[in-house]
């Protein structure tokens, strides 16, 4: 399925706040694209990937030698900003999550075992080289976030919203809920998107999905369109969100 999708979504229907969304993308992923401002070039922005794992309020937690360019940079001037894009295989990049996280980067002096300890959780290979000297840990503070939600959900989320949100009960089940219903009951979610979408879905396929509910992208006769549909009771696990389903495909037969 491919093309841009206008959105329908009924203003009314629940969905998570975009300071949740950002916490729980950040949480699901482990790279971004740090841009800092760089020190050769004055002016310009230059782009890496960087690897990053989470601190207990979200602050992106950086390892990275200090003969790298970001860090010479950092060093220079700390303002930085980190892109996170959701992972979507060969979905439309532009119909995915992204955040951009602004903010300043510090070197943390003595970060101790916790600050490694999360960071090996995520990147387990990085036990190869967190012991030598020149690598340090830096965080980013952050002081605002731009979230992009796909086509037509955007917005500004503030960084003490974010430090105060919780990662979605069900993130770790998305992937799998997204990929069975588009695999395997494409019927009944062409069904649903009729009933509670309010849309004739020629096809539908569920490209995100959340404890208060999901979204889909619809082709119909009209072209493609997008709209979000809500659960009818909060979803926190897979078992949960299989038992609403199949509810909701019985009630659109």
């Not at 890496?48 to 390892?63: E, H, I, K, N, R």
């Not at 020149?134 to 919203?161: C, N, P, T």
């Amino acid at each position: 399925m491919t093309g841009h999708a206008s959105s329908s979504a009924p203003s009314n229907v629940a969905e998570p706040s975009h300071a949740e969304r950002v916490r729980t993308l950040l949480d699901r992923e482990t790279i971004g694209t740090l841009a800092t401002n760089s020190d050769r070039h004055a002016g310009f922005p230059f782009a890496s990937v960087m690897p990053y794992a989470l601190s207990s309020d979200g602050a992106p937690l950086f390892l990275i030698s200090g003969m790298a360019i970001h860090t010479q940079n950092l060093l220079a001037d700390p303002r930085a900003s980190l892109l996170v894009m959701q992972s979507g295989g060969d979905t439309d990049p532009l119909g995915l999550q992204r955040a951009t996280l602004l903010g300043n980067v510090r070197r943390i002096e003595n970060p101790g075992e916790p600050v490694r300890n999360v960071y090996l959780q995520r990147h387990p290979n990085a036990k190869h080289w967190i012991s030598f000297s020149d690598f340090s840990f830096f965080q980013l503070e952050v002081v605002e976030i731009y979230y992009v939600g796909g086509f037509g959900v955007m917005g500004w989320v503030q960084a003490r919203d974010y430090a105060a949100a919780a990662v979605d009960p069900l993130a770790a089940a998305s992937a799998g809920i997204i990929e069975h219903m588009n695999r395997d009951h494409a019927g009944a979610l062409r069904n649903i998107t009729r009933r509670f979408g309010g849309l004739e879905a020629l096809e539908a396929q569920m490209v995100s999905c959340d404890r208060l509910g999901f979204v889909v992208r619809v082709k119909t006769a009209e072209g493609m369109k997008g709209t979000r549909i809500a659960f009818p009771e909060e979803v926190r696990s897979a078992e949960d969100a299989r038992r609403v389903l199949v509810a909701m495909s019985k009630e659109s037969r």
